[in-house]
């Protein structure tokens, strides 16, 4: 129980997403075909990152005598195994799934090549929000307005840069420690290695140079998440032309950064950069900025960290080409019209940063074994998680969740998959509602949303034939964030006045990530407007700001006599 | 040093001489003193070497970032709270369509709040054409604060819109123009023509004298400026994100200014050196630091007075932008006009410190560490004068004595602080002076290294300067200018004479806090701790 909590407060939430991908987002095309030419070069990249590492080895329990037995069976299911559940990467995603294997009773056993807390503790949601941290207070302490405003007097912000990036690299190490304590504490036995699928129920995992090991288990789930997915003609160097596995180390505040993708890691690295005294240039293939936002809440976030900021930006082009710094030359970024393919400009900034999004960590999985291929490198599966092969066909015990399978590229979709694949494999069907998901961009102010957009709904409803209605409210009614002059911002809420339904939430203001919750488990819930409007928020909180939201929507009255609103009960 | 010595002190001096009038001699008095600075530069003919360190009394301890511009535009945004929501005046025609009588109103950007200095334009709820009616939403702007829809107070039409959405604006500035009917549509918009493309012009010159705008153009008599002196090769223009910004805020034509950041490219500081601004850049970790400013009312008065009564240059004449530090320096010293100061200057016997000096020389003692060490000892025993006033209406009392140095360095001027320099000794305070000049010269002093003084000690005897007259530094409350030790013949009461070795220092302060008798008994203390040189090692 206590891990669970743990679980639950101690990994933050990812807000990494492979934009194209999630079918929250709306999905860009170009990229999407772009994405699928370029597989070798982003696995080429990722197989070298994956190779290297590896230490410590643990040795499980007593199964080097069944590495023979099973060998020699090679093809067939074992008839008695290992474990009753070995996940493959323990990612945010391979942990969750442990964590509830365990509480539900069952042998569990996670293989990891690389370091326990995968992408998002290591090199994503985790120590980005360090840095997040860091830029939002230097944004706090620079805004003499802001500050003016409260009655405060600070002079001179500055800031330490490698106490900056000290900050980050111990909040992952920290998470990362509290991540492999907590499942070493419930007995998961943690395998070192690159695993592999060698037959159905087997795995064999070891690090290169070291005999393999092989082992059997009920169930197998592919949790290997996802690598910084860098176009062709980009050269990556780490220093000037770089990544996000680069920038959160951040070695250094380049006076001029083009961030190639607007999506939330261009997002939030904008916000960080800008904090810390460096220009940024967004290149966005799109024709807007911050596709996959609902509009409204786009052109508000555009209005209030993009243009007030030190930023400028191409959109509709892509970078066919980017040339690290050298020889005493700059970066240089070759611009082409994403629509007519025409040369359109170049540009010669101080670094670079890659934020087009993410591609599957697939490749030597050994899928080829159970006769899957994968799709432009993500895992096929059905809405339960289950791996299809080549035929249509389901892959019995064998389930792929988080950025591996694309569904939705976020740490907590993919540890909520992890759940729901346990829940099915313990014996209780279960199906993950997607829509009931939240996900955030954590700049300042943040950005949350839940379920569709406008357009999505509208789309659907069309589709459907129902109603669709919308309800805001803005910050600046809102005490608690007048109270902390932070009044910028809205809630928008997208529901059928049919029947009460909440389709969607997007939030733009003062801790939106936070507030996010009320609505996604409202939406996972099945909680209906007619219900929840009755629920007592406690004043002044910015939990308020969804309080009037949901009183401000307009429910017809047929659906308020079928809805039973529970009466108050005296006690 | 001479081109701020030029800029800052001359105007200063006048200014003071003539508002204050009694001591109208004693500002003459230093005038002269200061030629005769100008020509021992000139002749570089320095008398005693004895003090080591460059310095200045023009000081740069803080380095405040302001937005608006001192030449003519920061006039707008005093015009403003004068004139009611409309955010419209009127403006009578041009003679030349005398007779007809038409009434062509600007909108202009309005002040929405006290601290908005501009606004952005988020929408226009009219358009071109649309006929407005008095009180009706025509625009909607973005203040600092809140996004406010701005109402009409006339009826009319609206002729031309000349800033667009998403643009932002002055306050005062023209965003709109309103006809009264519809014949006067094309005149209007004309006007508005006038008002987006002809703003340029009011901008700088193009590129070899872009700080030109800082010293406000001066009747078109002269031809086009001389011819550019370096010959630009087919180059594409590099501007950063918030260059550009810059540059279309301020109507600054980007292809006429020359890049001096990497790679030639036009950065924030070349847009506003172009657009004769103040920088504002708010670089963090760099030696560009915000800082409270104190209260300052008088402070516009002062910039729009000052270049009015210059001259037009003289042709052929070449105007070299200020660097970052040098504005700093600059606006420093405008600043420095909204603190009343006065003076108290002080001969003080050095014979004992001399000796001293000689003795502790070998040891790495400097000149200035002594001073720095003997002022920190007197200012132990006068709080007062290490206090400052922030607000006009208390007094801050500092904890530390921290004495900043004028140090000059590469055509400007830096103030390393000797923190705490009533505790440490003599020794670590020298060793402490060496490793901050060292830092200073290699630009990587950390802002606390630079902006924590309390009392600052300027010093230029080493070229012979008896005496001078420092400007206090807006944030402190007093300044010492140290002039050369010289032998000096003395008559003692009873009519003997003899050669001593005399060194006058000259007290700069804010009589708001510091009055006369404060400053004249700190000067008596700080005359018998140099006068008891020992006590310095103690």
Redesign the interface.
């Known amino acids: 129980m206590h891990s669970i909590c743990f679980q639950a407060t101690g990994v933050p939430r990812s807000n990494y997403i492979f934009d194209s991908c999630s079918p929250a987002l709306a999905i860009s095309k170009p990229i999407n075909l772009r994405f699928c030419g370029l597989r070798k070069e982003a696995f080429g990249f990722s197989g070298l990152t994956h190779s290297s590492s590896g230490r410590v080895r643990f040795s499980s329990r007593g199964h080097s005598k069944k590495v023979s037995a099973s060998a020699e069976s090679n093809g067939s299911p074992p008839k008695s195994f290992d474990y009753d559940l070995i996940i493959i990467g323990a990612g945010v995603g391979g942990h969750g799934a442990a964590l509830h294997a365990v509480e539900k009773g069952l042998k569990s056993a996670i293989i990891e090549g690389d370091v326990v807390g995968g992408t998002c503790v290591n090199r994503g949601c985790v120590p980005s929000k360090a840095l997040l941290a860091v830029s939002g207070k ?1 944004r706090e302490l ?1 805004s ?2 802001h500050m ?2 409260l009655g405060l ?1 600070v ?7 490698q106490g900056v990036a000290d900050h980050a690299n111990n909040l992952a190490s920290k998470i990362r420690s509290n991540l492999t304590n907590s499942m070493k504490a419930l007995g998961v036995d943690i395998l070192t290695g690159v695993g592999t699928i060698v037959g159905p129920q087997k795995v064999k995992y070891g690090k290169v140079g070291f005999p393999d090991n092989i082992v059997t288990a009920k169930n197998i789930i592919i949790a290997t998440g996802s690598v910084p997915f860098v176009p062709k003609g980009i050269e990556v160097d780490g220093k000037t032309v770089i990544t996000s596995d680069h920038a959160l180390k951040l070695e250094s505040v380049p ?2 950064i083009a961030i190639v993708g607007s999506g939330y890691i261009g997002l939030e690295f904008s916000d960080v950069y800008t904090a ?2 460096s ?3 967004f290149i966005e293939a799109l024709d807007q900025l911050m596709p996959g936002f609902d509009p409204e809440i786009g052109k508000l976030a555009q ?1 209030v960290l993009i ?2 900021r ?3 930006y191409h959109t509709g082009v892509f970078a066919t080409k980017i040339t690290p710094a050298k020889d005493g ?2 970066v240089i970024i070759e611009l082409i019209d994403a629509k007519t393919k025409e040369p359109k400009d ?3 900034v ?1 670094a670079a940063l890659i934020a087009t999004g993410r591609a599957p960590f697939t490749n030597g999985l050994g899928l080829e074994n159970v006769n899957v291929v994968t799709q432009r490198g993500f895992v096929p599966v059905d809405e339960r998680m289950r791996v299809i092969d080549t035929n249509g066909n389901l892959v019995p015990h064998l389930y792929c969740i988080g950025d591996a399978n694309g569904k939705m590229m976020l740490a907590h979709a993919a540890s909520a998959q992890g759940i729901s694949v346990v829940e099915q494999v313990t014996g209780r069907d279960h199906v993950l509602n997607h829509l009931s998901i939240p996900a955030a961009c954590f700049t300042h102010p943040e950005i949350s949303m839940v379920g569709l957009t406008e357009p999505q709904a509208r789309e659907k409803a069309q589709k459907e034939g129902f109603e669709v209605g919308v309800a805001k409210t803005s910050f ?1 009614a809102n005490t608690k964030a007048l109270a902390e002059n932070e ?1 910028e911002g809205l809630a928008k809420l997208i529901y059928r006045p049919d029947n009460g339904e909440i389709l969607g939430v997007h939030i733009f203001g003062l801790h939106a990530a936070d507030l996010i919750h009320e609505a996604s488990n409202a939406i996972a819930l099945g909680t209906r407007i007619q219900d929840i409007k009755f629920a007592v928020h406690a004043h002044p909180t910015l939990s308020e700001v969804l309080d009037e939201l949901f009183k401000s929507a307009k429910v017809k009255a047929a659906a308020l006599s079928h809805g039973p609103v529970s009466e108050p009960v005296a006690v | 040093m001479q081109t701020q010595l030029g800029s800052a002190v001359f105007p200063r001096l006048l200014r003071r001489s003539l508002s204050y009038i009694p001591s109208i001699l004693y500002s003459l008095h230093w005038l002269l003193n200061l030629f005769h600075f100008f020509r021992f530069l000139s002749n570089s003919s320095p008398q005693s070497q004895k003090h080591k360190e460059m310095a200045s009394p023009f000081l740069s301890n803080t380095i405040i970032s302001f937005s608006s511009s001192l030449s003519s535009s920061s006039s707008l945004p005093r015009l403003a709270p004068s004139i009611p929501f409309s955010a419209i005046r009127s403006k009578s025609t041009p003679r030349r369509i005398l007779t007809v009588r038409s009434k062509i109103r600007e909108i202009f950007m309005p002040a929405l709040s006290s601290t908005m200095t501009e606004g952005k334009i988020v929408s226009w709820v009219k358009s071109e054409g649309d006929v407005l009616s008095k009180g009706e939403s025509v625009v909607v702007v973005e203040s600092d604060k809140a996004d406010m829809d701005v109402e009409t107070f006339y009826d009319g039409i609206l002729a031309a819109i000349v800033v667009g959405e998403g643009e932002t604006a002055l306050v005062g500035a023209a965003i709109g123009v309103l006809a009264e009917t519809e014949d006067e549509i094309a005149e209007a918009k004309a006007k508005a023509a006038s008002k987006s493309g002809a703003s340029t012009p009011s901008a700088p010159p193009p590129a070899p004298t872009p700080a030109a705008a800082s010293t406000p153009a001066p009747p078109k008599s002269t031809p086009a400026p001389a011819a550019p002196t370096v010959a630009e090769g087919p180059r594409k223009t590099v501007a950063t994100p918030y260059a550009k910004k810059l540059a279309k805020q301020h109507k600054v034509d980007i292809e006429s200014v020359v890049g001096t950041g990497p790679y030639g490219r036009i950065t924030p500081e070349d847009i506003e050196a172009a657009a004769g601004l103040s920088p504002s850049k708010k670089n963090v970790g760099l030696a560009v630091v915000v800082e409270t400013k104190p209260a300052a009312p008088a402070k516009a008065p002062a910039a729009s007075a000052a270049p009015s009564s210059l001259p037009p240059p003289v042709p052929g004449s070449t105007v070299v932008p200020f660097t970052t530090m040098q504005s700093a320096v600059s606006k420093n010293m405008v600043e420095s006009l909204s603190v009343p100061t006065f003076r108290v200057g002080y001969p003080v016997t050095t014979d004992a410190l001399d000796a001293l000096y000689e003795k502790v020389k070998p040891k790495g003692v400097t000149m200035t560490a002594l001073l720095a060490k003997a002022a920190a000892m007197a200012l132990a025993q006068h709080p007062v004068v290490n206090s400052s006033c922030k607000d006009g209406k208390s007094f801050t009392y500092n904890s530390n004595i921290n004495i900043a140095v004028a140090v000059a360095i590469n055509g400007g001027l830096i103030t390393p602080v000797l923190q705490d320099a009533d505790k440490l000794d003599l020794y670590l305070l020298s060793q402490k002076w060496k490793e901050l000049v060292e830092k200073a010269r290699a630009k990587q002093l950390q802002p606390q290294e630079y902006n924590s003084g309390t009392f600052t000690l300027s010093n230029l005897g080493m070229f012979g300067v008896d005496r001078f007259d420092a400007i206090l530094p807006p944030g402190q409350g007093a300044i010492m200018a140290v002039g050369a030790s010289k032998p000096t013949v003395v008559a003692d009461a009873d009519g003997f004479f003899s050669v001593k070795n005399k060194m006058l220092v000259n007290v700069t302060a804010d009589h708001r806090i510091i009055y006369g008798a404060d400053l004249a008994a700190f000067l008596q203390t700080f005359s018998k701790i140099v006068e008891n040189a020992e006590s310095l090692t103690l």
């Open positions: 230097m620079q003499e307005h003016k405003a007097q002079s001179a912000a500055g800031y330490d840069r006076d001029w810390l005294g220009e940024v240039t209005r243009n007030p030190k930023i400028d030359k700059p170049t540009l010669e101080d600046k009044g």
